[in-house]
């Protein structure tokens, strides 16, 4: 990732074309209510028209929603933080994620884009349907109820002060990976990833990032 300074409060221009720039935009309530919506009506449809036994429901959903954690690390680790060479690369990323970075707190940047998140939840759909057939019905909805609850702790660790109480870890956790080191602490919504494929970070290194303003006092 581009080293940058990081800017608590600003935000930056992507696009100079007007339409291009409002997509890049969004409201982090917008995907979320409507994926949590979308889960609601296909759970619903699931039990109503589907033939599988409402306990394998259930347990298929919780599985979707595990399984997005994995895809959230990997995705996080591995795309958005690819090991960028050229300018165009480099440029590619910062477009992706690196804005992000330098502005972590510009809140109409805190969720994916609509439209780019509707394309790749189709191309998981479509994965799912072609491998599991008629249980992607149970596992989907939970798919993208975890992708729901991550946008919510995403927005949450950036937008709001962390809570007095054990909850606090996240905001912890998701701050060491923007003003420690950003090649660790990839996962957000479930750290239990970092622990397993060794990417916590070094507890014994500063955690106060000379390139950034107005640190969280919490990551001290």
Known sequence: MK?????????????????????????????????????????????????????????LFILGAFSFTLVEYMIHRFIFHFNAKTQKQQELQYHMHGVHHEFPRDKDRLVMPPL???????????????????????????????????????YAVHAKKPPANFLKYWWKHHSLHHYQSDHTAFSVSMPLWDHLFGTMPNKKKNYRNPQSEKLPDYIA
């Open 3 to 59: 080293d940058f300074k990081i800017d608590n409060q600003g935000t930056a221009t992507l696009f100079k074309n007007p339409v291009l720039e409002k997509l890049t935009r969004t409201h982090f309530a917008t995907p979320v209510i409507f994926y949590l919506a979308l889960a609601a009506v296909i759970l619903c449809y699931t039990f109503i028209f589907m033939q599988i036994h409402p306990g394998i429901v259930i347990l």
């Open 116 to 154: 780019l998140s509707a394309i790749i939840a189709v191309l998981f759909y479509t994965v799912f349907i072609l491998t599991m057939e008629d249980y992607t019905y149970a596992f989907f909805p939970g798919f993208i109820s975890g992708y729901s609850f991550y946008l919510l702790i995403h």
